[in-house]
């Protein structure tokens, strides 16, 4: 069997940066611009008592760099204003602490800085410059890639992007990326996954969906963001993506919720006559609308569609998107219906 494709964000996109931006801003590569705001940037990482001033901001939007050509240059008066930022705490302050704080303190720090600045993607711009290591721009297609998607704020969702990424620096590169590196490594693999030659695009595809770490990683993401919620509501999920898939999922709820009321836990293929037979167990409480309804609601019949459990499971049928909400409703009227 042909291994799996091992990625190297480092050797085959960070390297790459430079010919991923020529191609994106008609041959400018912005080496001098990005040296010179690297210089400006490091005396402010170094310094024990500088703080970040006005001008710092504004020099991000140097025609010498691509910012300039992707965001609004900010109005000098309102960024003042905006940095003073609340409660006595200028925002200057406040990203000056977070060279050492806690993760606690760190989302209360980002959360009072973004309200300073006013918007997540300014902020992330300027601490993408303070702090490289750690955070980096926001980029939601790239949040999109990782799977960034059920954080309760904005704060904290900038937050755990930025750690993604310092893990993919780690696990998926052959030498360690800081943050900002990393963005720019999947940058690069976005441009070269979506523009260019068919073969080329999916040659760059294949090498970061099939590498065995990026798989493992992407389904626990999948999993993390599907925590609390219930299997109807991951049924109600895919309907607009499988309508097999969704009313499957409910089926495997409808059997599991029934073999729950009766206490049993035998598992097996199910057959049309071993769930008439567990319908026939189910104390008439739980079955206010009759057994009937819920013979048919497995077989299918009900408004004369003929596309049940078995058709849907074994895949001998292909369901529209009413068929599987018309199925998920059913199985989900039952379910409530139960004290279990």
Same mark, same amino acid.
Not at 201 to 229: I, T
Not at 328 to 337: K, L, Q
């Given at each position: 069997?042909?291994? %799996?494709?091992?990625? $190297?964000?480092?050797?085959? +996109?960070?390297?790459?940066?430079?010919?991923?931006?020529?191609?994106? +801003?008609?041959?400018?590569?912005?080496?001098?611009?990005?040296?010179? &705001?690297?210089?400006?940037?490091?005396?402010?990482?170094?310094?024990? %008592?500088?703080?970040?001033?006005?001008?710092?901001?504004?020099? &991000?939007?140097?025609?010498?760099?691509?910012?300039?050509? $992707?965001?609004?240059?900010?109005?000098?008066?309102?960024?003042?204003?905006?940095?003073?930022?609340?409660?006595?705490?200028?925002?200057?302050?406040?990203?000056?602490?977070?060279?050492?704080?806690?993760?606690?303190?760190?989302?209360?720090?980002?959360?009072?800085?973004?309200?300073?600045?006013?918007?997540?993607?300014?902020? /992330?711009?300027?601490?993408?410059?303070?702090?490289?290591?750690?955070?980096?721009? *926001?980029?939601?297609?790239?949040?999109?890639?990782?799977?960034?998607?059920? /954080?309760?704020?904005?704060?904290?969702?900038?937050? @755990?992007? *930025?750690?993604?990424?310092?893990?993919?620096?780690?696990?998926?590169?052959?030498?360690?990326?800081?943050?900002?590196?990393?963005?720019?490594?999947? #940058?690069?693999?976005?441009?070269?996954?979506?523009?260019?030659?068919?073969?080329?695009?999916?040659?760059?595809?294949?090498?970061?969906?099939?590498?065995? #770490?990026?798989?493992?990683?992407?389904?626990?993401?999948?999993?993390?963001?599907?925590?609390?919620?219930?299997?109807?509501?991951?049924?109600?999920?895919?309907?607009?993506?499988?309508?097999?898939?969704?009313?499957?999922?409910?089926?495997?709820?409808?059997?599991?919720? &029934?073999?729950?009321?009766?206490?049993?836990?035998?598992?097996?293929?199910?057959?049309?006559?071993?769930?008439?037979?567990?319908?026939?167990?189910?104390?008439?409480?739980?079955?206010?609308?009759?057994?009937? @309804?819920?013979? $048919?609601?497995?077989?299918?019949?009900?408004?004369?569609?003929?596309?049940?459990?078995?058709?849907?499971?074994?895949?001998?049928?292909?369901?529209?998107?009413?068929? /599987?909400?018309?199925? &998920?409703?059913?199985?989900?009227?039952?379910?409530?219906?139960?004290?279990?």
């Amino acid at each position: 069997m042909k291994d %799996s494709p091992k990625l $190297d964000l480092a050797g085959e +996109y960070y390297d790459r940066f430079d010919e991923a931006l020529a191609s994106r +801003y008609d041959g400018k590569t912005f080496k001098d611009g990005f040296a010179e &705001i690297e210089k400006r940037f490091a005396k402010l990482r170094r310094g024990d %008592s500088r703080r970040l001033q006005v001008e710092d901001v504004l020099e &991000i939007f140097s025609h010498d760099l691509p910012y300039f050509e $992707d965001w609004t240059t900010p109005d000098r008066k309102e960024l003042e204003i905006a940095m003073q930022g609340r409660d006595g705490t200028t925002v200057p302050e406040l990203i000056y602490q977070l060279k050492s704080t806690g993760e606690k303190q760190e989302v209360e720090l980002i959360t009072q800085i973004r309200h300073g600045f006013r918007e997540l993607s300014l902020m /992330a711009l300027v601490l993408h410059h303070v702090f490289p290591r750690r955070y980096a721009m *926001c980029s939601h297609h790239l949040a999109s890639l990782l799977y960034i998607a059920n /954080a309760e704020t904005v704060p904290k969702f900038y937050v @755990e992007y *930025c750690r993604e990424l310092k893990l993919w620096g780690e696990k998926a590169s052959r030498r360690r990326l800081s943050a900002v590196e990393t963005e720019f490594a999947l #940058w690069t693999w976005y441009r070269f996954s979506n523009y260019g030659r068919d073969e080329e695009r999916r040659k760059h595809r294949n090498r970061l969906f099939r590498d065995p #770490w990026v798989a493992d990683r992407r389904a626990f993401r999948v999993a993390e963001s599907l925590k609390g919620r219930s299997r109807i509501d991951l049924a109600r999920s895919y309907v607009p993506i499988d309508a097999n898939v969704a009313a499957a999922i409910a089926y495997i709820e409808l059997e599991r919720t &029934i073999r729950q009321i009766l206490h049993r836990d035998d598992v097996h293929e199910m057959k049309d006559d071993d769930f008439r037979a567990l319908v026939k167990e189910l104390p008439m409480s739980a079955l206010p609308s009759g057994r009937q @309804e819920l013979l $048919d609601l497995w077989k299918g019949n009900s408004k004369g569609r003929s596309k049940g459990r078995n058709a849907v499971i074994h895949g001998t049928a292909t369901l529209n998107p009413a068929d /599987a909400v018309e199925i &998920i409703r059913g199985v989900s009227d039952f379910i409530d219906r139960q004290q279990i």
